[in-house]
């Protein structure tokens, strides 16, 4: 019988959800970009301008890094 208070399988259990949360994360910046190459939505660039990219990438980079933690395979 499993052990309920096993700190492995919680803290297994937490690093999946913060994957699952960084690519929650990601996902939709990455439709918007997909669909204002198709001219469906407006692009990026349009909404935020050049310089303002920094805005959605660093939101899609954060959720890839808590992503790779989350997904890491340690054992």
Known sequence: MKN?????????????LLGILGLLLVAP??????????????????????????????IVIAGLLMAAVGFWEYD
């Not at 309920?4 to 999946?16: E, M, P, T, V, Y």
Request: charged share 15%; net charge positive.
């Open 29 to 58: 910046f990455g439709l918007w970009l997909l669909l204002g190459w198709l001219g469906v939505v407006p692009s990026l660039v349009e909404v935020f301008g050049v310089p303002g990219l920094r805005i959605p990438a660093s």
């Open 4 to 16: 309920l208070f096993d700190k492995f399988s919680h803290s297994k259990k937490a690093c999946r």
